[in-house]
């Protein structure tokens, strides 16, 4: 049997918010290659996470811990949907091609992903062309921008 404990959510969360990306994983599947990819991710705020999409599978979010912003886009970047993971509700699925961003707000913040396997890098044209790259300028002003940002807006400009 698997578990996750709450000794281990603060442990990942003490690895999160010593690690440079701010995020820590725990796999749940016993190898890259299986066919159903879980995991719980420990993301600290000042996580990036550029918006993209994973054209093969749908994904599924659950909050263990903290609150979590996640965004839906359309292709141009403008924001079709906002919920607080944690907050507003408790599960979300997203469809197989489903543009989107996750922002952790919560110190010790984890957040359980139910996806198909097996693992693949997400491809250059499956990361959203409007926003920078991890470690470029500009991740700081989307992150802020994530927080407030509403169903309708237009896309982000640095």
């Not at 141009?76 to 952790?104: N, Q």
Request: proline fraction near 8%.
């Amino acid at each position: 049997m698997k578990q996750i404990t709450f000794s281990d959510l603060q442990q990942q969360s003490e690895a999160a918010a010593h690690s440079p990306r701010l995020r820590a994983h725990r796999n749940f599947h016993p190898q890259l290659s299986d066919p159903v990819q879980r995991l719980a991710i420990a993301m600290e705020p000042g996580t990036y996470v550029r918006p993209h999409r994973h054209p093969h599978t749908f994904e599924l979010l659950l909050p263990l811990s903290g609150r979590f912003v996640v965004l839906n886009f359309d292709e141009a970047g403008v924001v079709t949907r906002r919920v607080v993971l944690g907050e507003d509700c408790m599960a979300l699925e997203m469809d197989a091609g489903t543009w989107h961003a996750v922002l952790s707000l919560d110190k010790g913040g984890v957040i359980f992903e139910v996806k198909h396997g097996g693992y693949q890098p997400v491809a250059k044209q499956d990361v959203a062309a409007w926003a920078p790259a991890e470690g470029e300028p500009g991740t700081t002003e989307l992150m802020a921008w994530y927080q407030h940002v509403q169903p309708g807006d237009m896309p982000f400009s640095a």
